[in-house]
């Protein structure tokens, strides 16, 4: 018989997992364990909070749905997400940051420079991109996946009043590792309000639901590790308070009114200027 106290209770869990084949999957699992045993004995958790817990979990799994993840937001909110981001990144390069829920594959391949204003409403910029490897080279090769949130704040999933791929898109930089896209000027918006992570966790907490406005950047080039990341503005009144954790002083750009004539006359845009914001992304080998 064993005798399962205190004393032997964790290490007997840890242990009943030592059988699972993949090494990488035995050590997640076992930490965990560790992990979690030592949360509940440091704050000696009861009862009552234990369910109070599940039925937590529940409600995040409750509303969740294929559209829908409560349990990226809660992750999200934890700053689990953002932990893991930074894990992953290298400091020699450009530093990752949270992918969000409103990515989804397939985005049109555009060519390059790229126009995304459309119908939309919403300051008229640019934004000019260099990819670079960690000495400041130029990747030729790279690819950038973007996507962005409207003037209303929404993403265009979600918000039937907007066609089908607004403000995203793929693209090839050029010969000098260089894109540029003409957009609107991203806009800060709130996580979702309508489920527990907010509900119960982050709104009794007192925290802001809002995220400042950011691009959102999936990089890749061959040979190198592909980047999951966003671009802030850095005049945006939420960087010191993003829900996700997400903000870098690195990933902070500010737009610069330049002339470009060229640009306005392509664009349509009246006077000679345009607000540019340029930024470098750097990117890590493999
Ligand atoms: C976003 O960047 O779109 C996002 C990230 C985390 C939670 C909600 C939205
Ligand atoms: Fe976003």
């Not at 960690?134 to 039937?160: E, H, M, R, T």
């Not at 907007?162 to 894109?179: H, I, M, S, W």
């Not at 997400?246 to 200027?273: H, I």
């Amino acid at each position: 018989m064993k005798d399962m106290g205190l004393a032997t209770v964790t290490e007997a869990v840890a242990q009943s997992f030592a059988g699972l084949p993949d090494a990488r999957q035995r050590e997640l699992v076992q930490c965990l364990v560790k992990a979690l045993h030592q949360y509940a004995r440091d704050v000696q958790l009861t009862h009552t909070e234990w369910r109070a817990a599940l039925t937590f979990l529940h409600k995040v799994g409750d509303i969740s749905s294929d559209s829908r993840s409560e349990f990226s937001l809660l992750s999200d909110v934890l700053g689990l997400s953002s932990l893991v981001d930074l894990l992953a990144s290298d400091p020699a390069v450009t530093p990752g940051s949270v992918l969000g829920p409103f990515h989804t594959p397939g985005s049109p391949w555009l060519s390059n420079p790229a126009d995304l204003t459309g119908a939309n409403a919403g300051q008229r910029v640019l934004l000019r991109a260099r990819v670079c490897d960690s000495a400041g080279q130029a990747l030729p090769g790279a690819s950038i996946d973007f996507w962005q949130n409207a003037a209303n704040g929404l993403y265009w999933q979600v918000d039937l009043s907007q066609p089908t791929d607004n403000l995203r898109c793929q693209l090839k930089v050029g010969a000098d590792g260089c894109c540029e896209i003409a957009t609107i000027r991203a806009v800060p918006y709130e996580i979702p309000t309508d489920g527990p992570a907010w509900l119960d966790l982050v709104e009794p907490a007192g925290r802001s639901a809002w995220r400042p406005a950011h691009f959102h950047v999936i990089v890749s080039a061959s040979g190198y590790r592909t980047l999951v990341t966003e671009i802030f503005d850095a005049e945006d009144p939420y960087l010191d308070s993003d829900a996700v954790f997400g903000v870098r002083e690195a990933l902070v750009g500010r737009y610069q009114n330049v002339a470009d004539p060229e640009a306005c006359a392509r664009l349509g845009l009246p006077g000679e200027k345009v607000p540019v914001m340029s930024f470098e992304i750097r990117l890590a080998p493999l």
